[in-house]
C-alpha cells in the first residue's frame, strides 16, 4: 500500500508537471501565431511536435464546439424550446464565422510556411 501511495504520488506529480509545459507552450505559440506566425509553424514543424500542433491548429474547431455547447446549454438553462430566435442565429453565425476566419488564418500559414520549406518560396 506504501509503494502504491507513492508511485501515484511520482504519476501525479509529473501529470501536473506536464500539464504545466503544455499550457506554457500553447500559450507562447499562440502569442507566436499573432506576432510572428511563420516562425511559430516552422518551430513546430520543426520539432515535430504533434501535441501542439493538435492544440493550436485544431483550435477553431475546439472553439466552434466549445462555443456550441455554451449556446446549447444557455438554452437549456434558460428554458427555450422550439426554433432558434434572431439572436441565437447571430450567435450561431458568428461563431461559426469567427472558427472559419481562424481556420483560414492558420491554414495561409500553414501553407506559406510548407512553400517556403519545399524552396517554391524564394
Same mark, same amino acid.
Given at each position: 500500500?506504501?509503494?502504491?501511495?507513492?508511485? &501515484?504520488?511520482?504519476?501525479?506529480?509529473?501529470?501536473?508537471?506536464?500539464?504545466?509545459?503544455?499550457?506554457?507552450?500553447?500559450?507562447?505559440?499562440?502569442?507566436? &501565431?499573432?506576432?510572428?506566425?511563420?516562425?511559430?509553424?516552422?518551430?513546430?514543424?520543426?520539432?515535430?511536435?504533434?501535441?501542439?500542433?493538435?492544440?493550436?491548429?485544431?483550435?477553431?474547431?475546439?472553439?466552434?464546439?466549445?462555443?456550441?455547447?455554451?449556446?446549447?446549454? &444557455?438554452?437549456?438553462?434558460?428554458?427555450?424550446?422550439?426554433?432558434?430566435?434572431?439572436?441565437?442565429?447571430?450567435?450561431?453565425?458568428?461563431?461559426?464565422?469567427?472558427?472559419?476566419?481562424?481556420?483560414?488564418?492558420?491554414?495561409?500559414?500553414?501553407?506559406?510556411?510548407?512553400?517556403?520549406?519545399?524552396?517554391?518560396?524564394?
Amino acid at each position: 500500500m506504501k509503494q502504491f501511495k507513492k508511485s &501515484l504520488k511520482k504519476i501525479l506529480k509529473l501529470t501536473v508537471l506536464l500539464a504545466i509545459r503544455e499550457v506554457y507552450l500553447f500559450f507562447r505559440n499562440l502569442y507566436g &501565431l499573432i506576432c510572428h506566425p511563420f516562425l511559430t509553424v516552422k518551430r513546430i514543424e520543426k520539432k515535430k511536435d504533434l501535441s501542439q500542433g493538435l492544440l493550436l491548429f485544431g483550435l477553431p474547431g475546439y472553439f466552434w464546439l466549445g462555443a456550441i455547447f455554451v449556446l446549447a446549454i &444557455l438554452r437549456f438553462l434558460i428554458g427555450i424550446r422550439g426554433s432558434l430566435g434572431w439572436i441565437a442565429w447571430s450567435s450561431l453565425f458568428s461563431v461559426t464565422s469567427f472558427s472559419g476566419l481562424l481556420f483560414l488564418y492558420l491554414l495561409y500559414w500553414l501553407f506559406k510556411t510548407f512553400k517556403n520549406f519545399n524552396g517554391g518560396g524564394k
